[in-house]
């Protein structure tokens, strides 16, 4: 043949099917840390548009539902930022403008 032997022919393909099979673990290892830290992150945005959601209702009333889906659109560190700019606004209509800001900024 090839010069190859059956044991030399055996013994690589033991070594193939171990490097696959250990990058296969670490291929689902990266993949649930990264399921688990998305899953961490949305968990937190999730929070964080429930708590500015509770406390505009809590000061200004029921909210509409446009102003709601404006609200879950925004990132995390936005939510953040309204959740301190919010006790400056007088109304709704001060929210809108600092959607609309957001908005701008954006484009």
Same mark, same amino acid.
Do not use: C, H
């Given at each position: 043949?090839?010069?190859? @032997?059956?044991?030399?022919?055996?013994?690589?393909?033991?070594l193939?099917?171990?490097?696959?099979?250990?990058?296969?673990?670490?291929?689902?290892?990266?993949?649930?840390?990264?399921?688990?830290?998305q899953?961490?992150?949305?968990?937190?945005?999730?929070?964080?548009?429930?708590?500015?959601?509770?406390?505009? @209702?809590?000061? =200004?009333?029921k909210?509409? @539902?446009?102003?709601?889906?404006?609200?879950?659109?925004? @990132?995390?560190?936005?939510?953040?930022?309204?959740?301190?700019?919010?006790l400056? =606004?007088?109304?709704?209509d001060?929210?809108?403008?600092?959607?609309?800001?957001?908005?701008?900024?954006?484009?």
């Amino acid at each position: 043949m090839l010069g190859i @032997s059956f044991q030399q022919t055996r013994l690589y393909e033991e070594l193939r099917e171990e490097a696959t099979e250990l990058g296969m673990q670490q291929g689902m290892q990266q993949g649930m840390q990264q399921g688990i830290q998305q899953g961490m992150q949305q968990g937190k945005q999730e929070g964080e548009v429930n708590l500015i959601l509770r406390l505009l @209702s809590k000061r =200004f009333g029921k909210i509409p @539902s446009q102003l709601k889906m404006q609200i879950e659109k925004l @990132s995390l560190e936005q939510l953040e930022a309204l959740t301190e700019v919010f006790l400056d =606004f007088a109304s709704l209509d001060d929210l809108v403008v600092w959607l609309q800001t957001l908005e701008v900024s954006e484009n």
